[in-house]
């Protein structure tokens, strides 16, 4: 089963793809996590990336294609795209790479979605993210290392990344509509993985 996760920036994405990942065995695609680490690694696809992430733009298709094709030629199925596709051409290239069985349009509250993405932090050494309400002495709990807020976490940054998100996702949905579930994660973790567990399980009787 390949599921794609809709969400904008900060509407809980990466932690519905944990659950998805432990509960179903999925493999986890983020484009983002992907083109961040090789920002950190300093690649020339990090080096490239840089100049579109930074400024909350995107990155140009043909380079976030590529690397979902990569990553999945030969193995098409088991996968959970969390930031991909972006837009009508990626979706439509996606549909040509492998079968989506499943879309989860992960939604949240924009003033909740705000709070989260500038209390946001993470780990440079180990890449875990966490709000900074749970760790208030400003170090990873797991490595200890100093937290960072991600540069495109910065208050003008997220502004554009809420702006382009909102004006594909309706062409996304529409797209996706046949296949589609809104899942509604203002409220608490339990109620959201309730959901999830009902719309993918539904599922995984018929298509796994
Ligand atoms: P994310 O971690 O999904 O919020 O992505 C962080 C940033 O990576 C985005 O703001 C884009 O600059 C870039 N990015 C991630 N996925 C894509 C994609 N599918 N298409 C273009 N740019 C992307």
Same mark, same amino acid.
């Given at each position: 089963?390949?599921?794609? %996760? +809709? =969400?904008?920036?900060?509407? !809980?994405? =990466?932690?519905?793809?944990?659950? +998805?990942?432990? #509960?179903? !065995?999925?493999?986890?695609?983020?484009?983002?996590?992907?083109?961040?680490?090789?920002?950190?690694?300093?690649?020339?696809?990090?080096? *490239?990336?840089?100049?579109?992430? @930074?400024? =909350? @733009?995107?990155?140009?298709?043909?380079?976030?294609?590529?690397?979902?094709? #990569?990553?999945?030629? !030969?193995? @098409? &199925?088991?996968?959970?795209?969390? !930031?991909?596709?972006?837009?009508?051409?990626?979706?439509? $290239?996606?549909?040509?790479?492998? $079968?989506?069985? +499943?879309? *989860?349009?992960?939604?949240?509250?924009?003033?909740?979605?705000? $709070? /989260? +993405?500038?209390?946001? /932090?993470?780990?440079?050494?180990?890449?875990?993210?966490?709000?900074?309400?749970?760790?208030? @002495?400003?170090?990873?709990?797991?490595?200890?290392?100093? %937290?960072?807020?991600?540069?495109?976490?910065?208050?003008? &940054?997220?502004?554009?990344?809420?702006?382009?998100?909102?004006? =594909?996702?309706?062409?996304?949905?529409?797209?996706?509509?046949?296949? *589609?579930?809104?899942?509604?994660?203002?409220?608490? %973790?339990?109620?959201?993985?309730?959901?999830?567990?009902?719309?993918?399980?539904?599922?995984?009787?018929?298509?796994?």
């Amino acid at each position: 089963m390949n599921i794609v %996760l +809709l =969400g904008a920036a900060g509407s !809980g994405k =990466g932690t519905i793809s944990d659950f +998805l990942k432990s #509960e179903y !065995g999925l493999k986890h695609i983020s484009t983002g996590e992907i083109l961040r680490n090789n920002i950190k690694m300093k690649t020339p696809l990090g080096e *490239l990336a840089a100049r579109y992430i @930074n400024d =909350g @733009n995107l990155v140009p298709d043909e380079v976030v294609i590529n690397m979902i094709k #990569e990553i999945v030629s !030969g193995n @098409n &199925s088991g996968y959970i795209f969390d !930031g991909f596709p972006r837009n009508l051409n990626q979706a439509q $290239k996606l549909d040509e790479i492998c $079968k989506v069985d +499943l879309v *989860l349009s992960v939604e949240v509250q924009r003033d909740i979605i705000l $709070k /989260r +993405l500038s209390n946001r /932090r993470i780990c440079p050494k180990c890449n875990l993210t966490i709000s900074i309400d749970d760790a208030p @002495n400003g170090l990873c709990p797991k490595c200890n290392s100093q %937290l960072i807020t991600r540069d495109d976490d910065k208050p003008e &940054s997220i502004k554009k990344r809420l702006e382009i998100y909102e004006a =594909g996702a309706n062409i996304l949905k529409d797209y996706y509509k046949n296949k *589609l579930f809104v899942i509604d994660n203002s409220g608490d %973790l339990k109620t959201t993985m309730n959901s999830v567990k009902n719309v993918v399980g539904g599922k995984k009787t018929y298509d796994m």
